[in-house]
Nanobody
């Protein structure tokens, strides 16, 4: 059974950092592009950062310079390092996967497998 499980969420003060993890089971992440998404209360889900099978990344403008996505295929996991957190970053963060054979490709709209999410709250 293909499964993605997120961890690392929690309560953090503005300006703080968190590292989210996305662990896969039932399949090998080597052949999947992975995206991190978030959904704040009352808002639509948005793509945050995405990493292709060759490690190429892209991020939405609001997190560039603050968030870094990375992957460790040996651990079958993808990470989202979040620095300089702001209250507007508060949301449920989810990871998702899309099978890929194309270097440099990662499309937020093409994800097929989803985790259940982890809550990040940025508040003083």
């Amino acid at each position: 059974q293909l499964q993605l499980v997120e961890s690392g969420g929690g309560l953090v003060q503005p300006g703080g950092s968190l590292r989210l993890s996305c662990a896969a089971s039932g399949f090998t992440l080597d052949y999947y592009a992975i995206g991190w998404f978030r959904q704040a209360p009352g808002k639509e889900r948005e793509g945050v950062s995405c990493i292709s099978i060759d490690g190429s990344t892209k991020s939405t403008a609001s997190v560039k310079g603050r968030f870094t996505i990375s992957r460790d295929n040996a651990k079958n996991a993808v990470y989202l390092q979040m620095n300089s957190l702001k209250p507007e970053d508060t949301a449920v963060y989810s990871c998702a996967a899309s099978r890929s054979s194309t270097w440099g490709w990662c499309d937020f709209s093409s994800m097929a497998y989803w985790g259940k999410g982890t809550l990040v709250t940025v508040s003083s």
